[in-house]
């Protein structure tokens, strides 16, 4: 039996979302920049490279803010058991700026009536995309110590939009998150988080984690190489994949599949995110140092730095968070999501707890304990 009181698992709970919001703020400026720049007018981030406007909005965030609003109605009605058409019901009810590729086919596929799972597949070119991945941390802080319940909320959820490997990239953030409660190795986290996944040995998912890890493996002091063999790789299977599943003329590889647009695919960002956590493991700040890597290898640098700050937050807990990233936040973030415009971070955080122990109290049996 695994043991948390309530005030530690508010602590890490917050410790997630600060990680998060930290993470976007310091990735947000450098989406898809290309890699030399960063390189050569960012260098190895330290810190947030533009000053903080807690009115900005990121996208990445609104998707987590209706899976809450879905889970508190589903938990005044039929306790915890929500379905992929409650959240989708609330993308309906709330969203109405700023969504992009898998999402926004999704969301117009919801308004045509086609419920999910065909919302994520139907003319959805973007089904293996980061938009799942991203929106995988309040799946896992729902579930403290609970994997296998992380990973069924996060395929409830990533089915709206995604498909495949796109929800599998959803999963293994929101298992690693889940195992973070307890677990403060980040290597044991990764390796476990695998293991979790529906189709651990054979994934294209399960294969680029793996490679991440080896190039980890090989250059233990040299994350650019690493970064550049992972890259190279991507693009060998980039290729692979159009010349097995896809016309070299079709809309999917034209518009999504090409070497330029292909930095939002799941895949790479997968690798970046491993690699950044594995490379700031040991160090006294592994918060500042593992979104400071993401960002450095550049992709979808918010996507990727707000999921390693949850995972990471989620670990040592808002107390053990450097000043230095929570309180230019003021504790406040912004999204468009309709009547939930802005939060404060730490009533963010109480909410989702009052969410979490329930989830533990009805699917924790004798494995988790949170009093």
Request: proline content about 4%; hydrophobic content about 40%; overall charge positive.
């Amino acid at each position: 039996m695994r043991r948390l009181t309530k005030e530690e698992y508010y602590n890490k709970v917050y410790g997630s979302w600060l990680g998060r919001i930290s993470g976007d703020f310091v990735g947000a400026p450098l989406e898809f920049k290309p890699y030399t720049l960063i390189k050569l007018f960012y260098g190895e981030l330290e810190y947030y490279p533009k000053p903080i406007d807690v009115d900005y909005v990121n996208d990445d965030e609104m998707y987590e803010i209706c899976s809450l609003v879905a889970l508190e109605a589903a938990s005044e009605k039929k306790g915890i058991n929500l379905t992929s058409k409650d959240i989708a019901q609330e993308w309906v009810n709330l969203l109405y700026k700023k969504n992009f590729t898998a999402e926004k086919v999704a969301l117009k596929n919801l308004r045509a009536g086609i419920p999910p799972p065909a919302s994520g597949k139907y003319r959805n070119i973007y089904y293996d995309a980061i938009g799942a991945q991203m929106r995988a941390d309040i799946w896992g802080q729902i579930s403290p110590g609970l994997p296998q319940i992380a990973s069924k909320y996060a395929e409830l959820d990533g089915c709206i939009s995604h498909a495949g490997i796109g929800i599998e990239g959803e999963q293994f953030i929101a298992i690693m998150i889940a195992q973070a409660f307890f677990q403060a190795d980040i290597r044991k986290n990764i390796d476990t988080a695998l293991k979790y996944l529906p189709s651990a040995r054979e994934s294209l998912y399960s294969r680029m984690v793996k490679l991440a890890i080896h190039l980890w493996k090989r250059y233990p002091k040299d994350f650019r190489t690493a970064r550049q063999k992972l890259i190279q790789h991507w693009h060998d299977m980039r290729r692979n994949i159009i010349i097995a599943n896809e016309s070299k003329f079709s809309e999917r590889s034209i518009k999504f599949l090409n070497r330029f647009v292909s930095g939002v695919h799941v895949l790479p960002n997968a690798g970046i995110i491993t690699l950044a956590l594995l490379y700031a493991a040991n160090n006294e700040d592994p918060l500042g140092r593992s979104i400071g890597l993401a960002a450095s290898m550049g992709l979808d640098t918010d996507c990727n730095c707000g999921n390693i700050g949850a995972i990471i937050g989620a670990q040592i807990g808002a107390n053990k968070i450097p000043s230095k990233w929570k309180v230019p936040l003021q504790n406040t973030f912004s999204t468009y999501v309709k009547g939930y415009e802005k939060w404060a971070i730490d009533k963010l955080a109480k909410r989702i707890c009052n969410i979490g122990l329930k989830v533990v109290e009805k699917k924790g049996f004798n494995t988790v304990n949170i009093t």
